[in-house]
């Protein structure tokens, strides 16, 4: 019965480790796409007068889009882009750990 609740454990921790990478992925294809982002609004700023409508972008929120000025959108993608970085290290010290404990875990069994 032991050796079951062990293997069980590890399987639960596994699958832990499993959801937190996936976590890690979109978290860092979301960051890379904001990185592409804010790119692509620097190069706008360069382009455009601050006098033109075109001083303003549209922005995807949700299911619409808005339009408002490039320099709102830069702070906004900032603020998601320290957002993210907080998160993606978060989920990288939790899978440290994770591993960690499942390295343990897996030893105690041998």
């Known amino acids: 019965m032991e050796a079951v609740e062990h293997q069980a454990r590890i399987e639960a ?3 832990d480790i499993l959801t937190d ?11 890379h796409e904001n990185t592409l982002a804010q790119s692509k609004l620097r190069e706008q700023m360069q382009k455009i007068h601050p006098s033109s409508q075109r001083y ?14 490039i320099p709102k959108a830069q702070s906004m993608v900032n603020s998601a882009q320290k957002e993210l970085e907080s998160g993606i290290q978060e989920v ?3 899978l440290e750990k994770k591993v960690d404990i499942l390295e343990q875990l897996k030893k105690n069994k041998a």
């Open 56 to 69: 303003t972008v549209a922005v995807n929120m949700g299911d619409l889009f808005i339009q408002i000025p």
């Open 13 to 15: 921790l596994t699958e």
């Open 21 to 31: 990478r996936q976590l890690f992925s979109d978290y860092n294809r979301k960051f």
């Open 92 to 94: 990288q010290n939790r």
